[in-house]
Nanobody
Framework: VQLQASGGGLVQAGDSLKLSCATS????????MGWFRQAPGKDREFVAAIDWKGGNPLYAHSINGRFAISRDYATNTVYLQMNSLAPEDTAVYYC?????????????????WGQGTLVTVSS
């Protein structure tokens, strides 16, 4: 099982970041992939998910069209493009591999989790 999230960092409000989640073919093959985040002192929350075929992207309401999830089958990588970042987006972002090809907003739907990458947005 391999899930390696990267791309986090310190940015200013309004900036963009692109997170990457490197997986193995075994981990991502036929599985939906998702991104979750956990802010300091808060519970982990759903951000975005994409099904095995790359369709049916799901997003949290709080994202409000600012983020986009995608996946590259050639490299077994899942991306989260984040635009118009705001201080409330500050969190550790985790990628996760689902239990099936169908995506979900529920954390329990995901079987494997990466170690997380920290995104800090200053005002």
């Amino acid at each position: 099982v391999q899930l390696q999230a990267s791309g986090g960092g310190l940015v200013q409000a309004g900036d963009s970041l692109k997170l990457s989640c490197a997986t193995s073919r075994r981990t991502s093959s036929n599985n939906a992939m998702g991104w979750f985040r956990q802010a300091p002192g808060k519970d982990r929350e759903f951000v975005a998910a994409i099904d095995w075929k790359g369709g049916n992207p799901l997003y949290a309401h709080s994202i409000n069209g600012r983020f986009a999830i995608s996946r590259d089958y050639a490299t077994n990588t899942v991306y989260l493009q984040m635009n118009s970042l705001a201080p409330e987006d500050t969190a550790v972002y985790y990628c996760a591999a689902g239990r099936s090809s169908v995506s979900s907003k529920e954390a329990t739907w995901y079987r494997y989790w990466g170690q997380g990458t920290l995104v800090t947005v200053s005002s």
